[in-house]
Antibody, heavy 120, light 109 residues
Framework: QVQLQESGPGLVKPSETLSLTCAVS?????????WGWIRQPPGKGLEWIGI???????YYNPSLKSRVTISRDTSKNQFSLNLNSVTAADTAIYYC?????????????WGQGTPVTVSS | EIVMTQSPATLSVSPGERATLSCRAS??????LAWYQHKTGQAPRLLIY???TRATGIPARFSGSGSGTVFTLTISSLQSEDFAVYYC???????????FGQGTKLDIK
């Protein structure tokens, strides 16, 4: 059974970098598929941030591309999100998910989400 | 960017009744359309992909239809656990730029 678990600081100061990690169990991230990040600001809908492939290729939301980096640590079977120069608008619940885009299917397994607040 | 528009924003339905949720894409996404159920404090749950295929373990009372730009999620007989927010999502673009609708909140009437 595939499980994903987000972790990271719940509070980040404005202009600093938000860093989150998604630990994956039950499936190797190098085996297949894509692995992604999605967020939900308070009172708003879901926003796709980006994905990393099993081979390490990344794709990002064009509206966030200049500030986002998704990377992976294959030895720990986890992938990470870095979002720099954050503002209050980046306050959200951040989710990681497995993305089955390579077989033309959507995100099928999600983590529980981790809340992040941007505030001084 | 493909804009996804859901209607209505809120739908009040009694348990046992049918609920019909709509989703419209600003351009064709063929059948690359998914529906998710989301409850506060929980992970979003994939219900439907390919516009009409139920994900693993999803009860038969959930059904999806449509193609191109107009899609529908129908819940045939609402159970208490079905009251949640529902999102549609397109995964049509390549390179990917997935977009979600703004959600429909399904309330108990």
């Amino acid at each position: 059974q595939v499980q994903l678990q987000e972790s990271g600081p719940g509070l980040v100061k404005p202009s600093e970098t938000l860093s989150l990690t998604c630990a994956v169990s039950g499936y190797s991230i190098t085996n297949a598929y894509y692995w992604g990040w999605i967020r939900q600001p308070p009172g708003k809908g879901l926003e796709w941030i980006g994905i990393i492939s099993n081979g390490g290729i990344t794709y990002y939301n064009p509206s966030l591309k200049s500030r986002v980096t998704i990377s992976r640590d294959t030895s720990k079977n986890q992938f990470s999100l870095n979002l720099n120069s954050v503002t209050a608008a980046d306050t959200a619940i951040y989710y990681c998910a497995r993305d089955l885009r390579s077989i033309v299917q959507p995100m099928d397994v999600w983590g529980q989400g981790t809340p992040v607040t941007v505030s001084s | 960017e493909i804009v996804m528009t859901q209607s209505p924003a809120t739908l009040s339905v009694s348990p046992g009744e049918r609920a019909t949720l709509s989703c419209r894409a600003s351009q064709s996404v063929t059948n690359n359309l998914a529906w998710y159920q989301h409850k506060t404090g929980q992970a979003p749950r994939l219900l439907i992909y390919g516009a009409s295929t139920r994900a693993t373990g999803i009860p038969a009372r959930f059904s999806g239809s449509g193609s191109g730009t107009v899609f529908t999620l129908t819940i045939s007989s609402l159970q208490s656990e079905d009251f949640a927010v529902y999102y549609c999502q397109q995964y049509h673009n390549w390179p990917p730029w997935y977009t979600f609708g703004q959600g429909t909140k399904l309330d108990i009437k």
